[in-house]
Structures are given as C-alpha cells and as structure tokens.
C-alpha cells in the first residue's frame, strides 16, 4: 500500500511539532506564514486548510537559501 499524506490543520500539526519536538522554536505565526506564502502546497476543503505534515517536516529540514539584504544597500530592489 502507498504512503498516505499525513493531510493536517494548522492547529493540529502545530501540536504535533510540539510533541516530537516540545523544545521548538517554530511558532503557529511561522506555520501562518509558510502557507500564506505557499511555501507548503495547501488543500482548501470547506473552511478548513490542509496540508501535508510530512511537507513541513521537509521544508523545515531543507529550507530555501535567503538573500542577504544588507550587500543589497544602495541598489534598487522590487518590492514584495
């Protein structure tokens, strides 16, 4: 049988972050801004927002290199 996706809400998989890991520094704010930003892909069923556990799991293992704003100072940036 295939792997199931591990499909959560944000309350849910935030408790469970906590339980494997109940020194973390990761925040429900955090987690608001991963799927606001679609950094994790979410599934929109009625009211509710889904995603893949095990996607946030691989996302905070393997995060996207960020640029460094201050070797940026005095060039024109676009805005986001």
Same mark, same amino acid.
Do not use: W
């Given at each position: 049988? +295939?792997?199931?996706? @591990?499909? %959560?809400?944000?309350?849910?998989? *935030? +408790?469970?972050?906590?339980?494997? /890991?109940? #020194?973390?520094?990761?925040?429900?704010?955090?987690?608001?801004?991963?799927?606001?930003?679609?950094?994790?892909? &979410?599934?929109?069923?009625?009211?509710?927002?889904?995603? /893949?556990? /095990?996607?946030?799991? +691989? *996302?905070?293992? #393997?995060?996207? +290199?960020?640029? /460094?704003?201050?070797?940026?100072?005095?060039? &024109? @940036?676009? &805005? %986001?």
């Amino acid at each position: 049988m +295939e792997h199931l996706p @591990r499909m %959560r809400t944000l309350n849910t998989a *935030y +408790e469970m972050l906590k339980q494997d /890991d109940p #020194n973390s520094c990761v925040s429900k704010n955090y987690l608001r801004k991963l799927l606001k930003t679609k950094a994790i892909p &979410i599934h929109q069923v009625g009211s509710k927002r889904l995603f /893949d556990y /095990d996607a946030l799991l +691989e *996302y905070l293992k #393997n995060p996207p +290199e960020q640029t /460094d704003i201050s070797r940026q100072y005095g060039t &024109i @940036r676009p &805005i %986001r």
